[in-house]
């Protein structure tokens, strides 16, 4: 094998094309792909650095830097796949030192012309894996909502629950607050797989229309919080009122209506014959009843019109 391994500046598939690229050309050369941070390991071999250095910063340029010494120190050969060309002083240094380049289209092809005559016209193949389908099974979960709000320890209470359930699929769909950042997503998701393994999908970030289908197609609504659920998470009055069950984490705070095996079910409290499939649609139904009875939005408007103003 010509490689013993890619080095990537992009790792979570989820969140980049390029990391997508990087880890399914691994896995068809059936060879680890490999984070900046760890290349330091790599004693040996030849390596092809697949990179996208358009977005980095200062810090991760000297990081770059540093990667370039290791690899000539210990005299590992590394190749490069440009997926950006964009002449920064980094991507000149490491041309300066790398045995082969690689660009993933003509225009990058073009912009090295006279630069380096080490150059190789490429592309990247398809990223769709054709094989890949929408897991559905007997019991279908469903979570969607903010990424950095996921709460893993509670996702480790679910897979136990999970272990005698036979087949299961679990689909995640995320959103990001407008103040926090995708790193979030990548270490979770990341946390997440290696609870759940191939059980789990990332459906990326669904609009409402998205959003309401697979509801519909779901048994159990997952979702888990800091504290617990309260009055205004959204995301689990939507599910209660497309009626399904939710699982999800109780404290004071929680709505007195949320009763744990009546409209819910509360992770501290729930066992494993509770996820059985009549009793689900039996909580589902109720969970659809009490929301539209407790938390709709003319109960709300109702409310705030009963306030007198103070000219009334």
Request: with cysteine; glycine share 6%; hydrophobic share 40%.
């Amino acid at each position: 094998m010509k490689y013993t391994s890619i080095v990537s500046s992009h790792m979570n598939p989820n969140l980049s094309g390029v990391a997508k690229f990087n880890h399914m050309l691994a896995t068809t050369l059936r060879i680890p792909c490999i984070g900046m941070d760890n290349i330091h390991n790599l004693r040996r071999g030849q390596v092809l650095l697949s990179i996208k250095l358009r977005d980095f910063n200062h810090l991760e340029s000297e990081q770059i830097r540093g990667i370039i010494s290791h690899l000539l120190n210990k005299k590992v050969i590394y190749d490069i796949f440009f997926h950006t060309f964009d002449g920064l002083e980094v991507e000149y240094e490491l041309l300066e030192h790398c045995h082969q380049v690689f660009c993933g289209n003509d225009e990058i092809n073009h912009a090295l012309q006279g630069i380096d005559n080490r150059v190789i016209s490429a592309w990247c193949p398809p990223l769709l894996n054709i094989k890949s389908v929408l897991h559905e099974s007997r019991l279908n979960l469903f979570s969607f909502g903010m990424a950095h709000k996921i709460q893993i320890k509670y996702y480790k209470i679910l897979h136990k629950l999970l272990q005698n359930q036979g087949v299961y699929s679990i689909w995640v769909s995320t959103a990001f607050h407008e103040k926090a950042n995708f790193g979030d997503f990548n270490s979770i998701s990341t946390q997440l797989m290696k609870v759940f393994g191939d059980k789990i999908q990332f459906l990326g970030f669904l609009s409402d229309e998205a959003v309401n289908y697979f509801l519909g197609k779901t048994q159990l609504f997952v979702a888990f919080f800091e504290k617990g659920v309260r009055a205004n998470n959204t995301s689990v009055l939507a599910a209660m009122t497309k009626r399904c069950a939710v699982l999800t984490n109780c404290d004071e705070y929680s709505p007195s209506w949320m009763r744990h095996r009546k409209n819910i079910l509360n992770v501290y409290q729930t066992y494993a014959e509770d996820l059985n499939i009549g009793n689900l649609e039996k909580i589902g139904a109720k969970a659809q009843q009490d929301a539209r009875n407790y938390a709709s939005w003319n109960g709300l408007i109702k409310l705030l019109n009963k306030i007198p103003t103070e000219e009334g």
